[in-house]
C-alpha cells in the first residue's frame, strides 16, 4: 500500500513536485501565479529556434488546407444566417408598424399604443445592429476567400462563398439607393 501511493505521487507530480494541471494552466484561476506557478513559456521565441524545430506531419498541409475551407464554410453560413435575422428584423418592423396604425386608428388605450409604440422601436433599434455584424461578417467572409483563393485551393465552398458575397453586396447597393 505504500508503494502504491508512491507510486501515485509520482504519477501526478512532475520533478520538481508540482502537479501538471497546476503549472500547465497557471494555477488555479490564476491566483497562484504570484507563488512561483506559472504558465510555461513558448516553445520557440526566435527564427533561429524555430528553424530547429523537426519538420511537421506530411498531411499537416492537407490539414491547414481543411481548415481554411472550413473557415471559409463557416463564414459563408455566418453572413447568410445574419442575412436572413436581418430579413426577419425588417419583416417584424413592418408586422409592428402595421399593428401601431391600426391601433391608433381604433383610438386604443394610450397605455397600451404607448407599449406598442416601445415594441416597435426596440424592433427598429434591432436592425442598425444587425446590418453592421453583417457588413463586419462580409469584410470577413472576403478576406477568408481571398486568402484561400491565394492558397490555389479548389471547393464548392468557394463559389459558394463568392455567390454569397455578391448576393450581399447587391443587397447593400439596393437598401443605400
Sequence with gaps: LAKFSKFAVRLFQTSDGVPPRIRLRGGFFGFLSGAGFSR???????????????????????????????????KTSTCKRILKELHSYEKE???????????????ADPYDLKQQENVLAESRMMIPDCRKRLEASLADLKETLAEVKESNQQGAEIDEAASVISELEAFFQNSEA
Design 93 to 107: 418592423v413592418e408586422k409592428e408598424a402595421a399593428k401601431t396604425a391600426d391601433m391608433k386608428e381604433k383610438g
Design 40 to 74: 510555461p513559456s513558448p516553445r520557440c521565441t526566435t527564427k533561429a529556434e524555430e528553424a530547429t524545430i523537426p519538420h511537421h506531419h506530411p498531411h499537416e498541409r492537407t490539414r491547414s488546407i481543411m481548415t481554411t475551407l472550413r473557415n471559409l464554410k463557416i
